[in-house]
């Protein structure tokens, strides 16, 4: 999400400290929240600082890498996990990247422990994000905004509708950013000819069409990576509801 024009996860690790958006606090206060040591991610984890089983496991996952860079000894690492799994026994995702965590240290150097726990972890982060994203597709969106782009000469404009589940979302910069970027990308792109020698075309959406589209500013990702990405930080189901394009050229 962004805050005051500044981008934030919900977690990720700093200089050595992993820090949170504390959750008991939303909507009405942002605060984020160091987590210096593996306790401190059991604590948040007790406390529900960290809600959502894909936000859990993350934590769960950071927590093994402070639990090396703390005490980088076996026993105190499985004692650790041990604390871990108990913060919440009931936690599949917890049990599960804990799990994960430990199987892929086991043949470590204990000199390079960290650093592959540290990339794990945020292995871990980044497949969760996405596996929400899957879960959250269904549920009902009611909020939104709407965004416009004007091309160059004043010929070409397009209208995004980009529909999310609370007006809390609605209204937040990262939010609002994606909907223009997808106005300039209706405008620039033309959803309806990207696929014009497909064999029914005619049977695909606009709204459909623009999510497979690379972007145009990075190719590299598609739409749909983009709405994903969103998804999975502000935990919210996202979809594109509406695309009009206007062109007198």
């Known amino acids: 999400m962004r805050i005051a024009g500044k981008e934030y996860r919900t977690i990720w690790y700093d200089d050595g400290v992993v820090k949170i958006i504390d959750q008991t606090k939303l909507p009405h206060n942002f605060i984020i929240k160091d987590l210096e040591t593996v306790d401190h991610c059991v604590n948040a984890i007790k406390s529900m600082e960290v809600r959502g089983a894909p936000l859990i496991g993350a934590t769960a996952a950071f927590g093994i890498a402070l639990a090396i860079k703390e005490n980088n000894d076996l026993k105190f690492i499985k004692k650790s996990s041990e604390k871990l799994v108990n913060a919440r026994p009931t936690a599949i995702n917890l049990q599960w990247a804990v799990h994960r965590m430990?199987?892929?240290?086991?043949?470590?150097?204990?000199?390079?422990?960290?650093?592959?726990?540290?990339?794990?972890?945020?292995?871990?982060?980044?497949?969760?994000?996405?596996?929400?994203?899957?879960?959250?597709?269904?549920?009902?969106?009611?909020?939104?905004?709407?965004?416009?782009?004007?091309?160059?000469?004043?010929?070409?404009?397009?209208?995004?509708?980009?529909?999310?589940?609370?007006?809390?979302?609605?209204?937040?910069?990262?939010?609002?950013?994606?909907?223009?970027?997808?106005?300039?990308?209706?405008?620039?792109?033309?959803p309806i000819y990207i696929y014009p020698e497909d064999e029914g075309a005619a049977n695909v959406t606009d709204e459909e069409i623009l999510i497979s589209q690379s972007f145009i500013k990075d190719p590299s990702l598609t739409i749909e990576d983009m709405i994903k990405s969103m998804i999975s930080k502000v935990g919210e189901n996202i979809k594109v509801s509406k695309i009009i394009k206007f062109d007198l050229s």
Do not use: P, W
């Not at 945020?122 to 996405?130: A, P, R, S």
């Not at 909020?143 to 609370?166: D, R």
């Open 102 to 190: 430990n199987n892929k240290l086991s043949f470590i150097k204990s000199e390079e422990l960290l650093d592959i726990a540290l990339k794990e972890a945020e292995e871990i982060l980044k497949e969760q994000g996405l596996s929400n994203a899957m879960k959250k597709s269904g549920r009902e969106t009611s909020e939104g905004v709407i965004q416009s782009y004007i091309h160059a000469g004043n010929k070409i404009g397009a209208m995004v509708e980009l529909k999310c589940e609370t007006d809390f979302v609605a209204r937040t910069e990262e939010f609002i950013e994606l909907t223009k970027d997808l106005a300039m990308q209706v405008a620039a792109m033309s």
